[in-house]
């Protein structure tokens, strides 16, 4: 999706560009910011200086100055920050019938105007984006992507394709994994990208409505069961309450230390994986209708233990054992109903905040904001999130 979320700049701009404080290059119309690379690269940083603000494609590809490497181009591509709004391609996409295929194309003259009248020259006019995920707000997680383009142009995975395999087989980076999955796709108006592509692709997908339909009745049975087993009811119920109040923690607990553990992950392919089966698919293509919620198999596999631990604490009473488990057990279908409502229907005033904090976390922190039922465990341990101002850059 680079071409709708990241800027258009100035040629006049990116040629004064060329300074060890703020060096851009090109390739192309492709913009990229290197500063940060200068120090690291081993010829040196007067060699890039020397080509600051300039087009690199034709010495990057001389053999006689030093023939550069796909990872070279790699590199680039992680510093990508824009494209050259040159008056031809401008002509070019204003001509087009598509044109925002092209590039986000400048004001129109009545546009312009009222920029004027607003006091706002178009040079200055910015298109502003969340560097880590190259995009700028909520919109954007619906913005659809072209699978073809951004597979050219990433070189991560072709979204027309069974994902599963090509993580498996792609031999990705932890660090380039990790850059990729967390710029969000936008699938078909949020239909399932194919996973296993194979009979086991039904077992990936489970709508909202499945969550309280399988979990609502056992808690039920087990919280009456409770009740009629010990004796006084206000009792049962704090236990009740406390398994509700366990989960919030939990909740916090399994989204940052388990669906997160991104800097700790092994750097192969079983790492990757796995990561991306328990989590990274949804920071992918967090708009996905069926693979919101948690499916029924993988949380048995998740809420086993908690049953083990449940009974190991409250050994003196096996009731109450039950109480605190089917308290914590609908704080989770609570939790999972949340999550998908928040990324998929208008809600209350409360709600709307909620929704608001979470969608950052996918198009603009996803290194915090890790509460989704509230924001309580994120300020106690310091990862609430304030989104910061996204990067800007001129654009025509």
């Given at each position: 999706m680079p071409g709708r979320t990241l800027p258009t700049i100035l040629s006049a701009d990116i040629q004064s560009r060329n300074t060890s404080k703020s060096c851009y290059v090109t390739i192309g119309t492709k913009v990229f910011d290197i500063t940060p690379f200068l120090e690291d690269h081993p010829g040196g940083a007067s060699l890039i200086l020397d080509y600051g603000g300039r087009d690199v494609a034709e010495i990057l590809e001389d053999s006689i100055s030093h023939s550069h490497s796909e990872a070279a181009y790699e590199i680039l591509d992680d510093h990508l920050i824009g494209f050259v709004a040159t008056?031809?391609?401008?002509?070019?996409?204003?001509?087009?019938?598509?044109?925002?295929?092209?590039?986000?194309?400048?004001?129109?003259?009545?546009?312009?105007?009222e920029l004027e009248i607003n006091g706002i020259a178009q040079d200055t006019v910015t298109t502003e984006v969340y560097s880590n995920t190259g995009m700028s707000s909520a919109e954007d997680l619906t913005v659809e992507t072209d699978p073809t383009s951004d597979y050219r142009a990433h070189k991560f995975l072709d979204l027309n394709r069974p994902l599963l395999m090509q993580i498996w087989r792609g031999g990705f980076t932890r660090k380039f994994y990790l850059e990729q999955v967390h710029r969000p796709r936008h699938y078909k108006g949020g239909e399932s990208a194919p996973l296993f592509g194979n009979f086991l692709e039904p077992l990936s997908k489970t709508p909202w409505w499945v969550i309280p339909i399988v979990w609502l009745p056992p808690v039920t049975y087990g919280t009456l069961l409770a009740f009629q087993n010990i004796l006084n009811p206000l009792v049962t119920a704090a236990y009740w309450l406390l398994g509700l109040g366990?989960?919030?923690?939990?909740?916090?607990?399994?989204?940052?230390?388990?669906?997160?553990?991104?800097?700790?992950?092994?750097?192969?392919?079983?790492?990757?994986?796995?990561?991306?089966?328990?989590?990274?698919?949804?920071h992918y293509l967090p708009m996905d209708k069926l693979r919101l919620v948690m499916p029924p198999t993988l949380f048995v596999a998740l809420a086993s233990p908690f049953w083990k631990l449940a009974h190991t604490i409250f050994f003196y009473n096996w009731y109450a054992a039950v109480a605190v488990y089917c308290g914590g057990i609908f704080g989770y279908i609570c939790y999972d109903l949340t999550h998908y409502f928040l990324h998929h229907r208008n809600l209350p005033s409360y709600y709307r905040e909620l929704k608001k904090y979470h969608l950052q976390h996918h198009f603009a922190d996803y290194e915090n904001g890790f509460g989704v039922t509230s924001r309580f465990w994120d300020r106690v341990f310091g990862t609430e999130l304030v989104a910061p101002p996204p990067k800007a850059a001129k654009a025509a």
């Open positions: 008056a031809s391609v401008l002509k070019t996409a204003t001509e087009s019938k598509d044109p925002a295929s092209i590039l986000p194309l400048p004001p129109t003259r009545s546009g312009a105007e366990i989960w919030t923690i939990v909740e916090y607990t399994l989204h940052r230390c388990l669906f997160h553990v991104d800097q700790y992950l092994p750097d192969n392919r079983v790492g990757l994986t796995i990561h991306f089966l328990l989590h990274g698919i949804h």
